[in-house]
């Protein structure tokens, strides 16, 4: 396990726990599922721990904020057995979904601007209805299918109303920025329960601004967990010098 784990020096389970605000429970929790070497027991049973421990639990805690609890729980029992090929994947494999998030919000962004100067998803202003445009010419607008629009309708993204005369749905011009809002953030990889909020908030403000907000706490949290990995990735390289 490396020369540290032989020193003097004996730690408890609150020793561990006392720095952190964790419980000596969570400790003992924290071996069990491989977070933490084993410890070595005394003659009475009872759990010691050494630096090494320490050091790994600072590691787990550090790696945390940026790879998420499963992640991270797996890369310390990867290190804890030797294999460090593999919890090194599981790193890339968290680095290659943050920079596929921050190209995603990149795509929201861009769409966004698009959308907000009436760009290539603008609807034409002359339609079928002076009160709106129907179903089949906004799907042609914007390349999507129909039943993609009524599948947005069933998860309240879009709000047409119903010709009165012959029952088809039309969209008046709250309703096309809807459709058209959805449409961009679908491209940008939104998932449909994600949209549903945004769409509520931009109705009742009237505007696209409140995805303003949204955007810059979007921003902020993959800036967050950038750095988190960064801090991460640190206390891991020192406790692999550790265990030698």
């Known amino acids: 396990m490396g020369k540290n784990l032989q020193s003097g020096v004996r730690l408890r389970p609150v020793d561990l726990a ?143 109303r119903r010709d009165p005369r012959t029952g088809y749905r039309v969209y008046d011009d709250a309703a096309v920025r809807d459709a058209r809002l959805a449409h961009q953030l679908r491209r940008g990889g939104y998932p449909l329960e994600r949209i549903a909020p945004l769409i509520t908030q931009v109705r009742s403000a009237g505007g696209l601004e409140p995805l303003e907000a949204a955007l810059t706490d979007w921003h902020g949290r993959l800036s967050a967990r950038g750095r988190a990995m960064l801090a991460g990735a640190a206390e891991l390289e020192a406790y692999l010098r550790a265990r030698g």
Do not use: C
Request: aromatic share 4%; net charge neutral; no cysteine.
């Open 18 to 160: 006392r720095g952190h605000g964790l419980s000596t429970q969570a400790i003992r929790n924290y071996e069990e599922a491989g977070v933490l070497p084993a410890s070595e027991r005394t003659p009475h049973g009872y759990r010691t721990y050494t630096p090494l421990h320490a050091g790994a639990l600072r590691a787990f805690l550090a790696l945390l904020p940026g790879h998420g609890h499963p992640t991270a729980t797996s890369i310390m029992r990867a290190v804890n057995r030797g294999a460090a090929d593999e919890a090194f994947l599981l790193i890339d494999e968290s680095h290659a979904q943050l920079l596929d998030d921050r190209r995603t919000l990149r795509a929201v962004e861009s769409a966004l601007r698009d959308l907000d100067l009436g760009g290539p998803d603008r609807v034409p202003a002359t339609t079928p209805d002076p009160g709106g445009t129907f179903i089949g010419p906004l799907a042609e607008k914007l390349g999507i299918r129909p039943a993609t629009l009524r599948k947005w309708e069933d998860a309240g993204l879009v709000r047409p």
